[in-house]
């Protein structure tokens, strides 16, 4: 399977906690999004990578929330003390630069107690 | 704000029948993509246009978008229960930052 993948799917959390996302994309695509998605709504940007570098960040992406792609490969989401309005599905996708259209992973589903 | 609307947000039809919904904007884009989404999974992607006027068939689904590059419109022909799910537009510019529209959910009754 050579699509995007995310771990955990699901992960269940207190309140307070930390936690951290995994996701690896496709291969040879060197751009990596997150987003988040609640409920009813479509998935809200939050930042994105071009190989290493963190390119944007939205407003969204609160003191509490950091991401890394430390080789240009596999990138991290953590969220630290975690609330209940992280509740969320965080997604990940990838892309060629200068491609059209993304490549999205099956999320990571976050409940926070 | 919401940059990108999607009309209806919920479409119920009998099996057989088609349908349109529709993507609309104020902005440019510099391309507009649609993308099909089931319950707890991530989007998968149908079609990027690029072009004003441009259309694109994918079987039974045509995708138009506008000659203004603003709007866009995905065309169901005879829709089957496996057409069941969420449609979600989004509207790229530049460097490919993407932003949705809340989406068309729809159902397709056997």
């Known amino acids: 399977d050579t699509g995007v993948s995310q771990d955990p799917r699901h992960k269940i959390t207190k309140r307070g906690q930390n936690v951290t996302f995994r996701c690896d994309p496709i291969?040879?695509?060197?751009?990596l999004y997150w987003y988040r998605q609640t409920l009813g709504q479509g998935p809200e940007f939050l930042t994105y990578?071009?190989?290493?570098?963190?390119?944007?960040k939205s407003r969204l992406l609160s003191d509490r929330f950091s991401a890394e792609r430390p080789k240009g490969s596999f990138s991290t989401l953590e969220i630290q003390r975690t609330e209940q309005g992280d509740s969320a599905m965080y997604l990940c996708?990838?892309?060629?630069?200068?491609?059209?259209?993304?490549?999205f992973g099956p999320g990571t589903r976050l409940t926070v107690t | 704000t919401q940059l990108l609307e999607q009309s209806p947000q919920f479409l119920s039809i009998q099996e057989g029948e088609n349908l349109t919904v529709y993507c609309n904007s104020s902005?440019?884009?510099?391309?507009l993509q649609w993308y099909r989404q089931e319950p707890g999974e991530g989007p998968v992607l149908l079609v990027t246009?690029?072009?004003?006027?441009e259309v694109k068939k994918l079987k039974r689904l045509t995708f138009q978008f506008g000659d203004a590059r603003k709007d866009s419109s995905l065309h169901i022909t005879a829709a089957q229960p496996g057409d069941t799910g969420l449609y979600l537009c989004?509207?790229?510019?530049?460097?490919?930052?993407?932003?949705f529209g809340i989406g068309t959910k729809l159902q397709v009754i056997p």
């Open positions: 989004a509207g790229a510019w530049g460097y490919q930052k993407v932003t």
């Open positions: 246009v690029v072009t004003g006027g």
């Open positions: 291969s040879e695509h060197n751009r």
């Open positions: 990578f071009q190989n290493e570098a963190q390119l944007e």
């Open positions: 996708a990838s892309s060629l630069a200068g491609g059209a259209g993304q490549y």
């Open positions: 902005s440019v884009f510099s391309s």
